[in-house]
């Protein structure tokens, strides 16, 4: 399935996703299409609002990060899918395309919002990634609210917990892209897994150039998918070197590693990119992703299938 909007360019751009999978009108119905929707739209209204007043791409893509994964409708922070054990485990990442700094948590259970424990580890510590329990102590440490089990337990992602015991399933992960007024680009991810997981897994989510990449000099990526093959391929990265190296645009960077690398290895998912001229790209190879982008001249669109 090859789902590409229009490309153009603008002053500013914010691009989110929620997640990609087996997205349809039988397995989502109208009315929780509706509240996607609205949400998304909250989101990108809430991006223009962090640009408005002054914040750059890395305030953006953290603050609306902030937002989604306090709302319970997506899998990262509140809404997060439980693991093989029944508890919440959480992961996140966030990179300034400026500096190519990066920040990264995962395996946190207790961090109400772990993007802003990515940004922390970014701006002030040493390391790019922090997991477990070290991760929670850092947060702590450094004054980031900290929440309890209810917190993160919905009941539609619990009652998904039990069908899951008999059967698994995938769930997304919401991301943010952007491009500021003055040029910069930023990326972040923040994710609740996969439904079920065991073992300690990690999917792409925090890993810097395989589920959030951000250069500059070529553009702003963050992914959601089957984590394993997004880690193989490196696909965030992937995308900027193919703009680089071989000089393809964003669109055919994208087209290239999402309808044929992960397509080909029967790997499921998309990703949005915005590059440096402000163009956009949100391919996606599964039946839906919950997407949308906000520009400069106004225009505003949020989406889950096709390009409606």
């Not at 209810?150 to 069908?163: A, D, G, I, P, V």
């Not at 900027?240 to 964003?250: D, E, G, T």
Request: neutral net charge; hydrophobic residues 40%; aromatic residues 6%.
């Amino acid at each position: 399935m090859n789902h590409r909007p229009s490309l153009q360019q603008a002053e500013w751009v914010v691009v989110i996703h929620g997640g990609a999978g087996n997205i349809t009108n039988e397995t989502l119905d109208s009315l929780a299409a509706k509240r996607y929707r609205e949400a998304l739209n909250r989101a990108l209204l809430h991006g223009r609002d962090v640009l408005d007043s002054g914040g750059s791409a890395l305030d953006v893509v953290e603050q609306v990060i902030i937002y989604m994964e306090d709302c319970p409708l997506f899998n990262a922070g509140r809404g997060a899918v439980f693991t093989a054990l029944g508890i919440n485990e959480l992961d996140a990442s966030i990179m300034d395309g400026l500096t190519g700094n990066a920040g990264a948590i995962a395996g946190v259970s207790n961090i109400r919002n772990p993007i802003k424990a990515a940004r922390l580890v970014m701006e002030q510590s040493p390391h790019v990634m922090l997991s477990g329990r070290g991760a929670e102590e850092f947060a702590e440490e450094k004054g980031l609210p900290t929440a309890d089990t209810t917190w993160f337990r919905t009941e539609e992602r619990w009652k998904s917990y039990l069908r899951a015991k008999e059967k698994l399933d995938k769930n997304g992960t919401v991301g943010v892209v952007c491009l500021d007024k003055s040029g910069n680009l930023a990326a972040g991810t923040s994710t609740g897994g996969m439904n079920m997981k065991a073992y300690g897994r990690i999917g792409d989510s925090p890993v810097i150039g395989a589920g959030t990449y951000a250069d500059n000099n070529t553009c702003a990526v963050s992914c959601t998918g089957h984590g394993e093959y997004f880690i193989r391929n490196v696909v965030a990265y992937d995308i900027s070197a193919r703009m680089k190296y071989l000089k393809q645009s964003l669109r055919e960077a994208t087209d290239t590693v999402v309808y044929g690398v992960l397509k080909q290895q029967k790997a499921t998912g998309g990703l949005i990119a915005v590059d440096k001229n402000g163009n956009i790209a949100m391919p996606y190879n599964t039946s839906g992703m919950f997407r949308g982008f906000i520009k400069s001249d106004g225009t505003i669109k949020v989406m889950i299938f096709g390009d409606e």
